[in-house]
Every structure is written in C-alpha cells, then in structure tokens.
C-alpha cells in the first residue's frame, strides 16, 4: 500500500510567497525566477528586453498580481492554481493537508509512511498561528491596496483552489486559514 499525500496553501499566500520567494527585492528572499521578474517589469513598464536597467529592477507586487490576470495565471508552476498540479481528478490522495496545519496533521502522515523525522515537510513555522505568518499579513495588506477589479480577477484564476481546498479569503477574520463547519 502507498500513501499518497500533499500539502496545499491558502492561494493568497501562497501568492504573495511566490512572490517574495521568486520576485521581489526582499533581502531574505526573492530573485530566484529574476528572469520572470524582468519579464514583468518589461511587460508593465514598457521597458525594451534586454535593457541593461531591467537587471536592477524588481516588479511591485503590484505589477506582479496584473501581470498573472494579464497572462491568467498559466506563467509558471509557482504562480499557477494549486488544482492544475495536484491533477485532481486523475490522483487519488490520502490526504490533502492545509499547509496551515502540517503540525498537527503532520504527525499523522509521519506515522503512516513509518517516518519520524518532520524536516521533510520544509521550513514552515509550525509554532506561530498561521494568521500571524509574514505572508499573511502582508497578503492582507498587499490584496487591499489593489483595485478590487484586479483582485475579482485574481480570484477567478483561483477560484477553483479556494473552492475544491475551502480555504478562506483574505477579508475573512480566520484568513489564511481553512474553512470548516
């Protein structure tokens, strides 16, 4: 028997995280798709490829979040919905775990692929609430400051994450967490 499982994200932090991990200037994070990022600034600024000034040049979240509708969301692995990589109908999982819950839930895949060691789930801090997370805070922030146009947009791209993994959008007072009845 193979148990199968996966780990999911609120898609608006997961987006913002792509963002700050793939994108953005941050000094922690960011620059490892600078190739996407210079692509953005080009597209949105109007900036010739290939001009020197595009290797200093960082897009504001901004500019990243008209991009993806620009582009509706299909630009690379780590901006697109969650639901086109899980390949949902075709893989049958075990569990599906809420990257806001891998400590609790984490124990119990441990324990059904015989494992105890929890560095295979990643660096998330599972000891702060995930609404306090960086990139939940700043997606609260971020979302807010866009033209709710733009983020109706957004939301259609993802609609089908936030619908098939229930999760709870930004305005809700449990984002970025799951919702369950």
Request: aromatic fraction near 14%.
């Amino acid at each position: 028997f193979v148990f199968i499982f996966t780990f999911v994200r609120n898609p608006w932090t997961r987006l913002v995280s792509g963002y700050r991990d793939k994108l953005s200037d941050e000094i922690t994070q960011g620059g490892a798709k600078r190739s996407i990022g210079a692509k953005i600034v080009s597209e949105m600024r109007g900036i010739e490829p290939g001009n020197v000034k595009l290797n200093h040049l960082y897009p504001t979240f901004a500019e990243y979040a008209a991009w993806l509708v620009k582009h509706r969301g299909n630009v690379n692995v780590h901006f697109s919905p969650q639901n086109e990589t899980l390949c949902i109908p075709h893989a049958k999982y075990d569990m599906i775990i809420p990257l806001e819950y891998s400590g609790p839930l984490g124990t119990e895949v441990l324990r059904r692929i015989h494992a105890d060691n929890t560095s295979v789930f990643g660096s998330y801090d599972k000891s702060s609430d995930p609404r306090l997370a960086k990139s939940a805070l700043f997606a609260k922030q971020w979302l807010s400051e866009l033209k709710s146009e733009l983020v109706e947009e957004l939301y259609d791209i993802f609609r089908t994450d936030f619908t098939l993994l229930n999760y709870s959008n930004f305005t809700h007072p449990d984002f970025p967490l799951p919702l369950y009845s």
